[in-house]
């Protein structure tokens, strides 16, 4: 069956022998690019790396559906300055408009670190405690069927569970792989 979707010129038969073969791999996709470290903070001036790995889905839904359901990811946002890095995990939701641009949302925890006491040096944020949540924004274009690049917003915070919430929003671009 797989291999007849495979051969065959249906769209619709090629798209799902694509996404079965997708389930079949551990990782999906892995993430690398450049963000604005938090531009309107007292860490603004410097540049992250990024780096994130995501994983298939763990279960489909019918094609109209199948949004719902997230991939969980992994990943890390460095700073080579000095200022607030972060490491993160959580779940990533992806809507496809067409079959070149996506959007995608992205829930989950991180760990940072940044200055959490009650003295914190000029030009460092107060992120009020070393465990965080983290969400995301991306919207995406695919270059071919394996490559795309995205714009991407990130932001972690507290939510106001520790003293004090500065946070830290990074904004910037990433290029992905696709397995």
Aim: glycine fraction near 10%; charge should be negative.
């Amino acid at each position: 069956m797989l291999l007849a979707a495979c051969v065959s010129t249906d769209p619709a038969a090629t798209k799902a022998a694509q996404d079965a073969n997708q389930q079949q791999t551990f990782v999906s996709e892995v993430r690398l690019g450049g963000f604005a470290h938090d531009p309107s903070s007292p860490e603004k001036g410097s540049v992250d790396l990024n780096g994130e790995v995501l994983f298939a889905k763990p279960f489909t839904l019918d094609p109209a559906w199948n949004f719902l359901v997230p991939r969980p990811h992994v990943g890390a946002t460095a700073n080579f300055a000095g200022k607030t890095s972060q490491a993160y995990a959580g779940v990533s939701w992806t809507y496809d408009f067409t079959e070149k641009v996506f959007a995608e949302a992205t829930f989950g925890g991180s760990v940072n670190n940044g200055y959490t006491g009650t003295i914190v040096p000029p030009g460092f944020n107060k992120m009020g405690c070393n465990a965080t949540f983290r969400e995301s924004a991306s919207l995406g274009f695919r270059l071919t069927h394996d490559w795309s690049v995205m714009g991407t917003i990130e932001h972690m915070s507290n939510a106001g569970l520790c003293s004090e919430n500065r946070g830290l929003t990074n904004a910037g671009l990433r290029l992905g792989y696709s397995f």
